[in-house]
């Protein structure tokens, strides 16, 4: 409800993509290089549309993956959509130097 009263609007309205994220990841990494999330998650999903208003979504747009940010307590701390590796496109950009391990793929 925070985000919803004071915002950003677009992580407030994404919420209705983390249950697609969580129970249909295309990836999900363990070890953030972030200092303290060494032992955190990133589950990577493609959610077919993005969340802009109160029950309005439009199509995702091409070269967009949606990651959630889990700590090893799985909590949940951040959302968003982010560009995709040129590479690869259900990693998100620069995952290399971002991440740790890969311990799930479809």
């Known amino acids: 409800m925070h985000f919803h009263k004071y915002g950003p609007e677009h992580v407030y309205y994404n919420l209705a993509n983390l249950p697609f994220a969580m129970?249909?990841?295309a990836v999900i990494?363990?070890?953030l290089d972030r200092q303290g999330h060494e032992h955190s998650y990133c589950y990577v999903a493609k959610p077919m549309r993005r969340?802009?208003?109160?029950?309005?979504?439009v199509p995702l747009e091409k070269g967009f993956v949606f990651a959630v940010f889990v700590k090893k307590t799985l909590e949940i701390f951040d959302w968003r959509f982010e560009r995709c590796d040129s590479n690869n496109a259900k990693y998100p950009e620069n995952h290399k130097t971002r991440f740790g391990t890969v311990i799930w793929e479809t």
């Open 29 to 31: 990494f363990r070890g």
């Open 23 to 25: 129970t249909t990841p």
């Open 51 to 57: 969340f802009v208003a109160d029950g309005q979504s």
